[in-house]
Structure formats: C-alpha cells, structure tokens
C-alpha cells in the first residue's frame, strides 16, 4: 500500500537570517507533520529579506511532499 501527501510548514525568518515560529498549518498525518518540522528545522542558513535597503523578517510557507509504501 502507498500513502502520499502533503504537509504545509509556516516559519519566518528574521532580520538576522534566523527560523521563528515554525508550525505545520496543513498536517498529512502525525509522523509525516513531525518530520517535516524535523527537515526545515535542518535548513540553518537562510537570508532575510530586505525593506527599504534594511533586512526585515519574512513569512515563507513551504510545501513539502510524502510518498511512501507499507510492506
């Protein structure tokens, strides 16, 4: 049997360049959400983004994609 699906993760990233506030909004199942949390928790070098030639805090919501097979 094959399971897939999607788990949607919300974090920003400050003017520092560092992961705030990060969430899962749309959840495919419990062990599929806390490895998604799990992998963008890994991803330690971000840029921030840029307001008026000044780096400011960013939203990014990101999609992030499971398939897998039960034996």
Same mark, same amino acid.
């Given at each position: 049997? +094959?399971?897939? $699906? =999607? *788990? !949607? *993760?919300?974090?920003?990233? %400050? #003017? @520092? /360049?560092?992961?705030?506030? *990060?969430?899962?909004?749309? /959840? !495919? %199942? &419990?062990? #599929? %959400? #806390? @490895? #998604? ?9 971000? +840029? &921030? /983004? +840029?307001?008026? $030639? =000044? &780096? ?6 990101? &999609?992030?994609? !499971?398939?897998? +097979?039960?034996?």
């Amino acid at each position: 049997m +094959t399971e897939s $699906g =999607k *788990v !949607f *993760v919300r974090f920003t990233i %400050d #003017a @520092e /360049g560092k992961q705030q506030n *990060v969430r899962v909004v749309k /959840g !495919f %199942d &419990p062990y #599929a %959400d #806390a @490895e #998604a949390l799990r992998v963008v928790s890994l991803l330690k070098s971000w +840029t &921030p /983004g +840029t307001k008026n $030639g =000044k &780096p400011a805090a960013v939203e990014y919501n990101i &999609p992030i994609m !499971f398939n897998y +097979t039960e034996e």
